[in-house]
């Protein structure tokens, strides 16, 4: 069966002195290490020594906030200043489903990216034409994913349909979905002009 496949995942203990220690390889590991083992695809779990809780989002969150400390920005300052903004908001619960099927739709098509850009390098016709066509299908999986976690179920976020609990949304929250609407239709200019 296909259960058996799956392995469990490798335990990471973090001591008081913040040393991690790799159970399965009886070795103390860094947060580098931690990193490389991430970008192998190995699965792991950061249990904390003394109380025994789980603290891998903290370790994973440490270990981004090392690599953008080294220079390797990946997140826009806007995003961060937006992603800060969602905390304690009504709408945060939604926040990381939305960014996680955005994230797996990106992951799922980063291997054609890949072939893209590397067939065209060299070609005089525009080497960025099938990138943005995938660059294209990815916002629109991203849209989708942003309207299946819209919280007034419609596709436009102008509020609840006629008959629905709960009165039309605050401003607040339409102005954070217009804001998300604005950031989309952001990526989707830069794309273009990547194209040309």
């Known amino acids: 069966m296909a259960d058996t496949d799956k ?6 203990k973090k001591y008081a002195n913040r040393r991690l220690y ?10 580098d290490d931690l990193s490389q083992m991430v970008k192998a695809g190995s699965e792991f779990q950061v249990i904390d020594a ?3 809780d789980n603290i891998t989002r903290s370790v994973l969150t440490q270990i981004i906030f090392e690599e953008e400390s080294k220079g390797q920005n990946l997140l826009p300052i806007s995003f ?3 992603l800060i903004q969602f905390y304690g908001d009504s709408l945060q619960t939604m926040v990381p489903n939305y960014l996680e099927a955005s994230m797996d739709a990106f992951s799922n098509n980063q291997g054609r990216m890949r072939e893209y850009m590397q067939g065209t390098v060299g070609q005089t016709m525009n080497p960025f034409a099938q990138w943005e066509e995938l660059g294209r299908q990815n ?3 991203f849209e989708r994913a942003f ?3 819209t919280p ?6 102008e509020g609840p349909r006629d008959g629905d609990a709960g009165g039309a949304a605050s401003s607040d929250d339409e102005t954070k979905l217009d ?3 604005t950031q989309i239709e952001n990526l989707r200019r830069q794309l273009d002009e990547l194209a040309r």
């Open 7 to 12: 392995t469990d995942p490798i335990i990471i």
């Open 22 to 31: 790799n159970t399965s390889t009886s070795k103390y590991v860094t947060l």
């Open 50 to 52: 003394k109380s025994g």
């Open 80 to 82: 961060l200043r937006q």
């Open 139 to 141: 916002m629109a999986v």
């Open 147 to 149: 309207q299946a976690f």
């Open 152 to 157: 007034f179920g419609g596709t436009n976020g």
């Open 179 to 181: 804001d998300l609407k």
